[in-house]
């Protein structure tokens, strides 16, 4: 039988690298293996020592001494095989969603050690705080050293995928960006596939290797075991091509269809085998219920925690406010609340008392400035309604502060849409229905992405994204981004 010798070539070479790259990833997942096992040991030594250290007391039932055979093979063992099954050592995932895993895991465990414990009927105080601690810490320290072992595995070639991209468009761009941002996913691009390359920028930074036609070679040629389809513009046939040609030589072909603007991060994915189509179902998270629930209970859990030390810095600045200018220390305005419903919403005040009257001689005066009101609702260079103190707590991001009042009242979220005004609900549109179907929030994504920056558009569509992709660790992660933005004052104003 007749072969091309491209394709003898690529048998030998293919091979060849392929034992190698293999070689490479088992390395790599034993490495990632032990590092875990010895993090999740380390998290329960350092639970039992945090439990006898607070409760002053140890436990002989599920608290164990530090030699236990039962803390070092079975709880870890346990832990690394939620891991394998979670495909943490196989897949290339976003180090946030990585965390949000470890942290769930985490709960999984520290649920089936109660769970032992309960109906062992051995399960004291001492050992539900080591249960706690152990949950934290385990996050905590897998977290961590997952953090380390990927960039020095990355640095070191092992954790390293080459990939060709196959388009050079604004897809491809983005895809890049990312890929470069997110270290620890290990992804390199060896090159481009691009018919039309006079609009692409990243022909600056990758090679391109060719055009469509000759991608069956490129391939070859490149030795690499995956592909990246990221031209949402192809049309159907040419699509499906372009797959067919691709898939015999390598292992793994993903395809970046043109999707978006939809909520992906919650899309669920069926597919029926006879009819051949795939079915790509998108819901509403924070229209269900125990979504609901699940995102009050957490609000009050950190609000009450972190009450008592945000209560004196608001009489502080409150204080600091009533000095500078004449009025009141707090501003009460009304907002579209949950379901539309208006409530007061509380501020320090950082404005002077006749500030509409200030704004309305400003505009007269300096015209570009309401072309610049009515883009952004905001002006950034100045705004002759603020006051001094008001332009630092502004800048600080510390006159929403008072807003933890509205959590308490169930009125607002510590995350979540921008609290928007009631003239504004005409211009939100049909996405007025999806954003005030929670309540808004103290920061949100929008705050975290550029802030004053963006201009009221962006700010609908982000706030859309954040309630029908909402989740626990979502939050989490937005309210550890928010302090990095207030550390920068990034798009503050």
């Known amino acids: ?33 032990v590092s875990d096992y010895f993090a999740v040991v380390a998290a329960l030594v350092s639970a039992e020592y945090c439990v006898y250290y607070f409760a002053g007391e140890v436990s002989n039932n599920l608290l164990l ?36 895993i470890f942290f769930g895991i985490s709960g999984y465990v520290s649920v089936l050690m109660v769970v032992l414990g309960y109906f062992a009927g ?6 539900r705080l080591f249960v706690a601690a152990a949950w934290l810490l385990s996050c905590v320290n897998v977290t961590l050293c997952r953090y380390i072992m990927k960039r020095l595995l990355v640095k070191s070639s ?21 890929f470069s941002t997110e270290e620890g996913w290990g992804y390199v691009i060896r090159g481009l596939v691009e018919d039309n390359l006079e609009k692409s920028s990243l022909v600056k930074k990758y090679p391109c290797l060719g055009g469509f036609t000759q991608v069956e070679q490129i391939v070859i040629d490149s030795k690499v075991k995956e592909v990246i389809v990221a031209a949402p513009g192809l049309n159907r046939e040419k699509l499906i091509d372009l797959v067919w040609r691709i898939q015999p030589y390598v292992s793994n072909v993903t395809i970046i269809p043109d999707l978006f603007g939809v909520p992906l991060s919650n899309m669920e994915v069926e597919t029926l085998i006879n009819e051949r189509v795939v079915m790509l179902r998108v819901k509403n998270n924070l229209a269900f219920f125990h979504n609901k629930i699940i995102k009050k209970a957490f609000d ?31 501003y009460i305005g009304t907002r579209l609340g949950q379901k539309g419903k208006l409530f007061s919403c509380y501020k320090l005040r950082t404005m002077y008392e006749n500030s509409d009257m200030r704004m309305a001689d400003y505009f007269n005066s300096h015209p570009l400035a309401w072309k610049e ?41 510590l995350v979540g849409p921008r609290p928007y005004l009631l003239c504004e609900l005409e211009q939100m549109g049909f996405q007025a229905r999806t954003i005030l179907e929670t309540v808004p929030g103290i920061t949100g994504l929008w705050q975290v992405s550029g802030r004053n920056e963006i201009d009221f558009k962006g ?16 939050d989490i ?17």
């Open 1 to 33: 039988m007749y072969f091309p010798i491209n394709v003898v070539k690529f048998g030998f070479a293919g091979r060849l690298n392929g034992l190698i790259s293999g070689g490479k990833q088992w390395l790599s997942i034993g490495i990632l293996l």
């Open 65 to 100: 001494p530090v030699n236990y055979p039962y803390l070092y093979f079975i709880i870890s063992a346990v832990y690394l095989a939620f891991l394998i099954y979670a495909g943490m050592y196989v897949k290339r995932l976003p180090f946030a969603k990585c965390v949000g």
């Open 300 to 330: 009050l859990v950190a609000v009450i925690t972190v009450f008592p030390v945000i209560l004196i810095i608001i009489l502080i600045l409150m204080a600091i406010v009533k000095l500078d200018s004449k009025g009141t220390a707090l």
């Open 459 to 474: 700010r609908l569509q982000m706030d859309s994204w954040y309630v029908r992709n909402w989740s626990v660790w979502q």
């Open 122 to 127: 051995e399960l004291d105080s001492a050992a």
């Open 158 to 178: 092992l954790w390293q995928k080459p990939v060709v991209i196959v388009g050079a468009g604004k897809t491809a761009e983005l895809l890049a960006n990312r």
């Open 373 to 413: 009101w009515r883009k952004y609702s905001k002006l950034k260079e100045y705004d002759p309604r603020v006051t001094k103190v008001g332009k630092w707590l502004r800048k600080a991001s510390l006159d929403e502060l008072p807003q933890i009042f509205n959590v308490l009242r169930g009125e607002m979220s």
């Open 477 to 493: 992660i937005l309210l550890f981004k928010t302090m990095g933005v207030w550390l920068g004052r990034k798009g503050a104003y």
